[in-house]
């Protein structure tokens, strides 16, 4: 196995009918560069199958990538996101492994939008992961990864 699913995340935490829904694929691989290849998803139901590709490298390191899937607004109900997640050799475009490197799911529910939606200028953070997908604290001359509410998702350094 050359990558694995660190974690899934959705944004909103609660969405409803009328949001964006952003499912955020924390990824690791234990080779040199990751660039991605290809994802896709499709809605059967209420099942949402995903699939990403990245190209691996040759060289033994730590790469750390986020992949984002943006789904338009679903209706009420109950889902369930299915993530494969696949590395190959070469490019991109790369030549496919045999088998899948790693599989996760996450489930989340869809409310109904009571009323109308008030704008509200702030976002909440959810959490700030390093480099390897771990959450942490804010730390100065580190490359952070800032994950809101909204979907955004801000790489920041803070320098001394």
Same mark, same amino acid.
């Given at each position: ?60 390191? +730590? ?6 899937? !943006?789904? *338009?607004? %679903? $209706?009420?109900?109950? @889902? ?50 390093? +480099? ?6 804010? !730390?100065? *001359?580190? %490359? $952070?990864?800032?994950? @809101? ?12």
């Amino acid at each position: 196995m050359l990558g694995s699913i660190s974690s899934l995340i959705v944004a909103p935490a609660n969405p409803n009918n009328t949001d964006t829904v952003y499912i955020y694929a924390e990824l690791l691989f234990i080779s040199s560069g990751c660039p991605l290849d290809f994802k896709s998803f499709n809605i059967l139901g209420n099942n949402i199958l995903a699939s990403t590709q990245h190209c691996i490298g040759i060289a033994a390191a +730590i790469c750390n990538t986020i992949d984002t899937f !943006k789904l *338009n607004p %679903l $209706l009420a109900g109950n @889902y369930l996101f299915d993530l494969t997640l696949s590395s190959g050799g070469g490019g991109p475009p790369c030549t496919a492994g045999i088998v899948p490197d790693d599989n996760d799911i996450i489930s989340f529910s869809v409310v109904n939008s009571v009323g109308v939606k008030e704008h509200t200028a702030t976002k909440a953070l959810l959490k700030i992961t390093d +480099i390897l997908g771990r959450e942490t604290n804010e !730390k100065r *001359n580190k %490359l $952070l990864f800032y994950i @809101y509410d909204d979907g955004k998702v801000e790489k920041r350094v803070i320098l001394e």
